[in-house]
């Protein structure tokens, strides 16, 4: 197989070049390449399979909101050939007979590279520590996720099974003592965090942060030597904020929630200038059903793997807030980097996890082109350019627009 007429980054430009895939590996990257197979993709960017260390894929135990097979597929969709999946599922993946249900539907059902995460506590209770030990040669990160850990004393147990484990600790910070939502609650659990992981020495990840205070905290701690402390941030808190909603819709709704206009400038601020690490999604799909009721009664959560790609392309790569290499750590490297992933790169002799974005021509992001089981985005209807045109995983062809 042979992609033809593609661009490709190299320092931080695009160069035209085809790409040889022969056995699942990049077998040639040069010009004038030739196959039985060819696809021609007419000057769209082609880069390594996107890397997104957050999402929900609701199986086992919420398969009417997304499954294995669907949440690959939208990921395969929107350019991403690797995924971590959060461990709120039934059974919560907290022993190993649990996380192996999860395993077996991952190995039937998953189109692309899905990586299952190890809860931090037994049924993410907060309580006793999940059984890691068992786990720990089969994962690469532990969460409770949305279920934060708030006593301190369980949750150095867990970073200690992350250092000995060698693990990122993923975590949803929020303390439950202050308003839950508020930006307060954020930044006063990142900061007694940042403390005891400092104390602990373990690899410590902050999810989708959205306050100026949680980024200065980051800040702090990394001019005062600890290097083990990343964060990521999502896509909707980059670009939305909470005066964009102008009546309660649960397309919105999501936690963290959307915040003011100046958190959401900080956001953009910390993307900028490297204080973030990477790009996650938090994909979580909810039933139609669930999003539509009263507000103050509908889930958190909306889906992101369809769009992402196309709004940082659109909102900080075309507009030059970010460079191109800057948007390939973001999206790729980091994530792999920062978690310690089967490595993945566009060079010759690696695996082909590819995907190729169309960014010369705008698409308007459609309902009825959802491939997610559920289709709670608030990106309806807007318009980017950057849309996944083609994924490959492993050397096979597992998302073609229009086929």
């Given amino acids: 197989m042979v992609i033809k007429n ?45 890397v997104d260390v957050h999402v929900h894929f609701r199986e086992p135990g919420y398969e009417y909101k997304e499954t294995i097979k669907t949440g690959s597929l939208a990921a395969a969709k929107g350019g991403f050939t690797t995924v971590l999946a959060m461990p ?15 395993e077996e539907i991952i190995k039937k059902d998953a189109l692309i590279n899905v990586y299952p995460y190890v809860a931090s506590t037994m049924g993410q209770k ?27 004393d369980v949750l150095k147990s867990v970073m200690l099974d992350a250092l000995k484990y060698d693990l ?41 942060l959205s306050t100026k ?11 005062e030597g600890y290097k083990n402390i990343t964060c990521e941030v999502s896509p909707h808190h980059l670009t939305l904020n909470k005066g964009m909603m102008l009546i309660p819709n649960g397309n919105f709704k999501m936690n963290p929630p959307l915040r003011a206009y100046n958190d959401m400038d900080a956001s953009i601020k910390a993307l900028i200038d490297g204080t973030v690490d990477l790009i996650a999604t938090d994909h979580a799909p909810h039933s139609e059903i669930e999003k539509q009721r009263e507000y103050s009664k509908c889930p958190n959560g909306i889906i992101g793997l369809e769009t992402s790609f ?16 800057r948007f390939l750590d973001l999206m790729v490297y980091n994530p792999i980097k920062i978690f310690k992933l089967p490595e993945r790169k566009l060079k010759e002799g690696y695996k082909a996890d590819i995907c190729v974005l169309d960014i010369d021509n705008p698409h308007i992001y459609e309902k009825k082109e959802i491939l997610s089981k559920s289709c709670n985005s ?5 318009e980017y350019y950057g849309f996944n045109i083609l994924t490959i995983c492993g050397g096979k062809i597992v998302y073609k627009k229009g086929a």
């Fill in 310 to 325: 196309p709004i940082i392309y659109t909102q900080f790569v075309k507009t030059g807030l970010i460079s191109l290499d």
């Fill in 126 to 152: 907060g309580e006793i520590k999940a059984d890691i030990k068992s786990c720990a040669d089969r994962v690469y990160s532990i969460s409770d996720d949305g279920m934060p850990v708030n006593n301190l």
């Fill in 6 to 50: 593609g661009r490709i980054i190299e320092n931080n430009s695009l160069v035209y070049k085809d790409i040889l895939i022969k056995n699942d590996i990049i077998e040639k990257i040069d010009n004038n390449l030739f196959d039985d197979e060819i696809i021609d993709v007419k000057g769209a960017l082609i880069m390594p399979g996107g």
């Fill in 88 to 102: 709120n599922l039934n059974p919560v993946p907290d022993t190993s007979e649990n996380l192996k249900i999860e």
């Fill in 378 to 382: 608030p990106f309806i209807g807007n």
């Fill in 168 to 208: 990122v600790l993923c975590s949803h910070s929020e303390d439950k003592s202050k308003e839950l939502g508020s930006a307060e609650s954020e930044y006063s659990a990142v900061r007694a965090e940042i403390k005891l992981a400092k104390e602990i020495g373990c690899r410590y990840h902050f999810c989708h």
């Fill in 213 to 223: 205070e949680s980024y200065d905290a980051i800040r702090k701690a990394r001019k």
